[in-house]
């Protein structure tokens, strides 16, 4: 097979890759906020209500929800990307200058994938697609 003809194929199955991607990513970020809000599946994440901490978990919960569904994915993604922005720079940043000093590798990464969904949208198996192809 030649290099054109896999870069063919793989460009072709980049809709699939980007859902399998959103799908994966929300479904952590989904556990963050779980951990947050109810200490499952790490009690040691559990936080006050009301604390800072716990509206983040709020953010992760449903942003990581959403995205995970696929349904306002956009708007979804870009409202935890501003957050995990936050995070590192409220919380990590202060730390060190560089997320590998500052442990904030996860808020940093966090925020730079939610920021290309923004863009790129859920990919072809989301909710979003599926609510776009209904209205047709």
């Known amino acids: 097979m030649a290099l054109t003809e896999l870069e063919n194929k793989l460009t072709g199955l980049t809709p699939i890759a980007l859902s399998a991607f959103r799908i994966v990513v929300g479904f952590l970020f989904f556990l963050h906020g779980t951990s947050h809000l109810f200490g499952w599946p790490l009690a ?5 209500v009301g604390a800072l901490p716990w509206w983040a978990g709020i953010i992760e919960f449903v942003g990581g929800g959403a995205i995970f ?18 995070a590192y720079f409220t919380y990590h940043q202060p730390q060190g200058l560089l997320p590998i000093q500052n442990s904030g590798e996860a808020a940093a990464l966090y925020s730079w994938i939610f920021f290309l969904l923004v863009f790129t949208g859920g990919g ?5 697609r599926f609510v776009t192809r209904a209205k047709r």
Do not use: E
């Open 44 to 48: 040691s994440y559990l936080q006050p």
């Open 124 to 128: 072809s198996f989301s909710l979003d």
């Open 69 to 86: 569904l696929g349904i306002g994915t956009r708007l979804a993604a870009f409202v935890t990307s501003g957050a995990m922005a936050v």
